[in-house]
């Protein structure tokens, strides 16, 4: 039997289905592609230059600052530099800033570590340029003056090694009036009694509110003073905080500062 001619006639209209079919897919495709892409790239703007989230590894800012806080540092606080792009692009002419807007003392800010331009560092800014700084009997002097400090208890924690520290609490009063808490577990350390420093232009001094267990700019060869291009942002809220493991959600109950959420940082 004969084919009839009906019979060799392809199903056109299965063929414009399909045909239909995969340039809507193909166009799906693509619609996601779009919107990862502008995704990441509000997300570099943001994080560029508006808000940088980073975590606190250390407990070198105890008790402003815990092991296991997150935080949002602003980009925009001091103006933008190299160092306020992904991986210190040189995007912005060095040395120096655009944008410039001075620090205050007293500020937490997170800075680029002067001694490789890479690791990021958080500390309080206690000097301005042209400042003098020394510690003495652990005690802050500013230009001669001492900075008053009063006396608030005793604050025990435990550091990231499992040993318990108990430190004496004091509320600082640096010029200005602005007020932040520090601890001291001893006035006699060797960073307790200190040369005087004089702060560069163009430079800040950093210190720890973890006094005697903080590598800061009272270490020359390890931290030094603080160039102004080196700044990346200063600390503004803390927006979470665990102790121990997050992995661990079972106890998440015991585990979540919840307190410290969304808190804002003086």
């Given amino acids: 039997m004969s084919e009839r001619p009906e019979d060799l006639v392809p199903d056109v209209g299965e063929s414009l289905r399909a045909g239909k079919g995969a340039t ?28 940088e989230p980073f975590s606190i590894p250390s407990g070198s800012m105890i008790p402003t600052l815990l092991v296991g806080d997150y935080l949002f540092v602003s980009k925009f606080s001091y103006g933008y530099s190299k160092h306020s792009f992904p991986f210190s692009l040189p995007l912005v002419p060095g040395p120096g800033r655009v944008m410039f807007d001075e620090p205050k003392r007293g500020d937490v800010a997170v800075f680029k570590l002067p ?68 601890l001291e577990e001893s006035d006699t350390d060797i960073s307790d009694n200190t040369m005087e420093y004089t702060v560069p232009p163009g430079h800040y001094f950093a210190m720890g509110d973890n006094r005697d267990n903080s590598k800061d700019s009272r270490y020359l060869d390890d931290v ?43």
């Fill in 24 to 51: 809507k897919d193909s166009g799906g495709l693509w619609d996601t592609s779009k919107t990862v892409i502008y995704a990441v790239l509000i997300a570099m703007f943001v994080r560029t230059f508006a808000y």
């Fill in 115 to 182: 001694s490789d331009g890479k690791t990021d560092y958080i500390k309080r800014l206690i000097g301005l340029p042209g400042d003098k700084i020394q510690v003495k009997g652990g005690l802050l002097h500013i230009n001669g003056e001492p900075v008053w400090r009063e006396p608030a208890g005793i604050y025990t924690y435990r550091d990231t090694y499992g040993r318990t520290h108990n430190a004496k609490l004091y509320t600082e009063i640096l010029p200005g009036g602005r007020r932040h808490s520090i």
């Fill in 224 to 266: 030094g003073f603080i160039p102004v291009e080196n700044l990346v942002g200063r600390a503004e809220v803390l927006v979470f905080s665990y102790s121990g493991s997050l992995w661990k959600f079972w106890q998440w109950g015991e585990t979540l500062r919840s307190e410290r959420f969304f808190k804002g940082l003086n």
